[in-house]
């Protein structure tokens, strides 16, 4: 099993990012999956968090200009971004609960980290 973070980049302070987290390999079902960042000299800190259910969770520095939202068609989670501020700055991470085969328990994997700037 896989996690695949992209869509980060360079942006000005005021604008807009989507990130991705895609699942791959051979797994049953994906459960909760969540979006963290870390930004430099700091520990890493969660952003949003989405359920199964479409249940969703948010820091309540990025409430309102986040959205975290899910295709479990595509096995894929999205970030939408928007209002970006310079503190938003950090390398984003996703995470995921995946049962890999019915009866045993899930576990969380993790994708590889992708860079969020923002510009002021």
């Known amino acids: 099993v896989q996690l695949q973070a992209s869509g980060g980049g360079l942006v000005q302070a005021g604008g807009s990012l989507r990130l991705s987290c895609a699942a791959s390999?051979?797994?049953?079902?994906?459960?909760?999956v969540g979006w963290y960042r870390q930004a430099p000299g700091k520990e890493r800190e969660p952003v949003a968090i989405i359920a199964r259910d479409d249940s969703t969770n948010y820091a309540d520095s990025v409430q309102g200009r986040f959205t975290v939202s899910r295709d479990n068609a595509k096995n894929t989670v999205y970030l939408q971004m928007k209002s970006l501020k310079p503190e938003d700055t950090g390398v984003y991470y996703c995470n995921a609960d995946i049962r890999v085969r019915w009866g045993r328990d899930s576990s969380v994997y993790w994708g590889q980290g992708t860079q969020v700037t923002v510009s002021s």
């Open positions: 390999g051979t797994f049953v079902s994906i459960g909760a």
